[in-house]
């Protein structure tokens, strides 16, 4: 292995971060690629402490960065410089530092989610996404990418008591070509619609925190879908993958559907970033056996 004196301090971003993979994952990479750098969490509760850990990556104390739920559109606003891959979905999670001290701004999610439901399921052509925050773009151009061509999306703040213009980042979905529809709590229509929408679906996706560690327990998403109503070859994908089988994921199973969590998705996206920020390739292989490792060491897998 290089010197410690090479080292350099990867980071990820994010609220809240303590059940994250990502260290044991890039850990795992430098490994392999017999490097001295390291990764550490940085819990980020409020949008100061973001501005801070962006300011260390500027100065060079920080030399790249990871960026997960909340942070993912304040991350794109801080960065000094946009990828072509961030100027499609408006969102970024992944930061890195140019020679000259610039933020670049990219995201490695849409090809490593792409990879995952082409893997998955092959023909998607109808997809659901629940969920509107910062990965939901990304599922979004993911889905398009495997050959979607009709992509719904629904969210808790999709309320019928508000105009849909006035749904929380509605105009950004909207020119992604997404039809939005109500959150089906809002009245019988909403749900009637959610109903109609997923008969026809080859793919459901939940990119929200519900069911993580540390969040949410996921009961009460799990029971808004009507798992009923979805073609028995829909496949359920949840972007969560600590635990390893959230409730969405569970229904979706005791109805005899598909299911798989965001693992894959997450050693994709981390390869990528590290291709980015140190122009080796890691072994994808070698980082999921290191992240499934860990979550049976945790009793999670």
């Known amino acids: 292995m290089k010197a410690a004196s090479d080292s350099r301090r990867f980071v990820l971003i994010g609220h809240p971060v303590a059940h994250s993979l990502s260290p044991v994952i ?15 969490l940085v819990d980020c509760p409020d949008e100061a402490s973001v501005v801070k850990v962006v300011d260390a990556l ?3 104390e920080i030399a790249g960065a990871n960026v997960t739920i909340p942070w993912k559109r304040l991350a794109l606003s801080l960065a000094d410089m946009v990828a072509p891959s961030v100027q499609r979905v408006g969102v970024a999670n992944v930061l890195a530092r140019g020679a000259d001290g610039a933020i670049v701004a990219h995201n490695t999610d849409v090809p490593a989610l ?3 439901f082409q893997r998955l399921s092959g023909s998607v052509r109808r997809v659901l996404v629940i969920g509107n925050g910062g990965s939901a773009p ?4 993911a889905a398009q990418d495997a050959g979607a061509d009709r992509v719904a999306l ?42 109609e929408a997923v008969a026809r679906i080859d ?9 993580m560690s540390g969040a949410d327990d996921g009961q009460k998403l799990a029971e ?55 122009s080796v390739s890691p072994t994808r292989a070698v980082l999921l056996a290191a992240a499934k490792a860990e979550l049976a060491a945790r009793g999670l897998q």
């Open 224 to 278: 808004i879908v009507p798992w009923e109503h979805l073609p028995q070859s829909a496949l359920a994908y949840d972007l969560i993958y600590n635990p390893a089988a959230t409730p969405f994921l569970q229904r979706a199973k005791s109805c005899g559907l598909g299911a798989e969590n965001g693992l894959g998705m997450l050693v994709a996206q981390a390869a990528l970033a590290i291709e980015l920020w140190l």
């Open 26 to 40: 890039h850990h795992a990479a430098y490994r392999e690629l017999d490097l001295p750098h390291r990764y550490e």
């Open 203 to 211: 793919l459901i996706v939940n990119c929200t925190s519900a069911g």
């Open 114 to 116: 792409a990879e995952e």
């Open 58 to 60: 500027r100065s060079g």
């Open 154 to 195: 629904t969210a808790r703040k999709f309320v019928t008591t508000l105009p849909e213009a006035e749904w929380p980042h509605a105009a950004e979905f909207i020119a992604q070509g997404v039809s939005l529809l109500a959150w089906p709590e809002s009245d019988a229509r909403a749900k009637s619609r959610l109903r």
């Open 138 to 141: 990304a599922v979004v151009a």
